[in-house]
């Protein structure tokens, strides 16, 4: 059976030809806040957090956010009002989580990738 042919490289304006995706000078690299972010996992496996993470629903069970807008979605999601950033005693306080639907807190974690990703681009 004969391979396939060779492409060119996925990045706008590499000829590079590769089996498939990039070649090696354009291959992407993880994001830096998934790497951040790895140090810190496992905190959501916790009993600790399980338990935050029940009873912040059960008393919080619709949206923050849509209950702004006067709507009434059950929530999903327990969110960290500031980010955490691996601070124990900033992850597990109950007066900085809120509960969200799933929609509501992707766009406010995309909100938060998108201002860290600017950032970045100034320095």
Not at 29 to 56: I, N
Request: glycine fraction near 4%; hydrophobic fraction near 30%; charged fraction near 30%.
């Amino acid at each position: 059976m004969p391979d396939k042919p060779l492409r060119p490289c996925r990045h706008p304006g590499c000829g590079t030809l590769v089996e498939s995706g990039y070649c090696a000078v354009h291959q992407p690299k993880p994001a830096d806040r998934c790497e951040e972010s790895k140090r810190w996992r496992w905190m959501y496996q916790t009993a600790a957090w399980k338990s935050l993470r029940a009873e912040q629903l059960l008393h919080e069970p619709f949206c923050r956010t849509c209950a702004t807008e006067k709507r009434r979605t059950l929530a999903s999601d327990v969110d960290h009002i500031r980010d955490h950033k691996g601070d124990w005693a900033v992850f597990t306080d109950p007066s900085n989580l809120q509960s969200l639907c799933h929609s509501c807190h992707s766009r406010k974690t995309m909100q938060e990738m998108r201002k860290i990703h600017m950032k970045k681009l100034r320095l």
